[in-house]
Every structure is written in C-alpha cells, then in structure tokens.
C-alpha cells in the first residue's frame, strides 16, 4: 500500500475535465514538501507533467500542454486534465518526498481511460 | 541533446549482484540530482534511491536500503547503482532520471531503462 493514494482508474470522454486525486498525510504534502506529477504509457519513460519548484510553486515543463494543471492542499494534491484526448490515455503518478521514510515516494498510480 | 542510457542490467539468481551503469551526455551529470526508479512487471513506478547534485549526499527506499548503493563517477559523468543481495522482488525495468534544477526529485529526463531480473 503506498504513502500516497490515488484511485486505481479514472475515466472520462474526449474534450472532457477529469481529475486524479493523489491523498498524503503530515510527513509530505501536510509537511509542505511539494507534488510531482508523471505520465506514463507502457514501453516508454514516465514523463514529468507538473513539478513544485523550491519557492513551492507549481510547474508545467515546456511542452507539456496547458490542459494539464496541478494544485496541492493540505495533505492532498490533484491532477486536472482538460479537453481530454484520446492520446491522454496513459498511467499517472503522483510523487512527494515523505520525512518519516527520509525519501522519495510514488503513488500508486491511476489508469485514465478515454472512453 | 540531453540523454541518459543505462546499462548492466540482465538475469541473476538471488543473491547475486549487478551493477547498472546510467551514461550522461549533454550536460554535467554532477552538478544535478539524480535518481534510480523501477518499475516491476504489472505494478507502479517505485523511487529506489537518490543522490544529490554538488553536495553528495544519497538516500534509499527501504526497500533496498544496506543493499543498493547508489554513487557516480564524475570524470566519466556516469551514474551507478551497485545492487547486492538481490531478491526475487527486485525483479524490475530500473530507470536512471535526472532531477529539474534546483530540485532533488522532480525528473525531467529519463534513460529508456534496463531489465533486471532475479530468478533461480
């Protein structure tokens, strides 16, 4: 069971808003340790999506479309997807760094489904 | 252009040990974290251990914590994972992942990853 939980599956029709909800506790979101975010499609490298920078805010790499957004509060974080497409289809991962375990931490992922 | 190619990865019987191997080209692979991930068949990506950029200092899961060392040689601007005592369980694709500046942990750029796998 990992530190961070997200929903197994989330599904939504194209041009759609979906949400992935990735819950923490006080050793990493609830601590201000910031929230990564990834997708990944099976046979390839995760891909980095959203990412907190040191001063806390949060980031979109170039090239990563602005469907994509992430927000974190409390001990929670989300992922909101926008105009969903069927090239979205894919795994994602939230990550924190957890003080209890002194590392890096994955959630368990969430398969989106674009129906 | 960026890249990270990782290598060593192969079959070995539990117990046994394995070096992987991450080769950096395009940027100077000491002056950022970077990061061993892997993902088993059929489950999630799991982070396996860290090291950081100027100041060298390394963490690791516990998973794999006395067993994985994680260390990198400048001159040759690669990055180790020295697996020892493995188990059935570490049986997983291994990534190497370079950390977005200024961050320990956000990874922006991926090797294609290597298969380990640990079977009698």
């Known amino acids: 069971q990992s530190v961070l939980t997200q929903p197994p599956s989330v599904s939504g029709a194209p041009g759609q808003r979906v949400t992935i909800s990735c819950t923490g506790s006080?050793?990493?979101?609830?601590?201000?340790?910031?929230v990564h975010w990834y997708q990944h499609l099976p046979g390839t490298a995760p891909k980095l999506l959203m990412y907190t920078d040191n001063n806390g805010y949060i980031n979109r790499p170039s090239g990563v479309p602005d469907r994509f957004s992430g927000s974190r509060s409390g001990t929670s974080a989300s992922l909101a997807i926008t105009g969903l497409q069927a090239e979205d289809e894919a795994d994602y991962y939230c990550?924190?760094?957890?003080?209890?375990?002194?590392?890096?931490?994955f959630g368990g992922g969430t398969k989106l489904t674009v129906l | 252009e960026v890249q990270l190619l990782e290598s060593g990865g192969g079959l070995v019987q539990p117990g046994g040990s394995l070096r992987l191997s991450c080769a950096a080209s395009?940027?100077?692979?000491?002056?950022?974290?970077m990061n061993w991930v892997r993902q088993a068949p059929g489950k999630g990506l799991e982070w396996v251990s860290g090291?950081?950029?100027?100041?060298?200092?390394?963490n690791s899961a516990d998973s794999v914590k006395g067993r994985f060392t994680i260390s990198r040689d400048n001159s040759k601007n690669t990055l180790y994972l020295q697996m020892n005592s493995l188990r059935v369980e570490d049986t997983a694709t291994y990534y190497c992942?370079?950390?977005?500046?200024?961050?320990?942990?956000?990874?922006?750029?991926w090797g294609q990853g290597t298969m380990v796998t640990v079977s009698s």
């Open positions: 006080s050793s990493n979101f609830g601590a201000g340790y910031g």
């Open positions: 990550q924190s760094y957890d003080s209890s375990l002194g590392g890096s931490i």
């Open positions: 090291i950081s950029g100027t100041e060298v200092s390394t």
């Open positions: 992942a370079k950390a977005v500046t200024g961050t320990r942990f956000a990874l922006h750029i």
């Open positions: 395009g940027f100077t692979l000491s002056t950022y974290a």
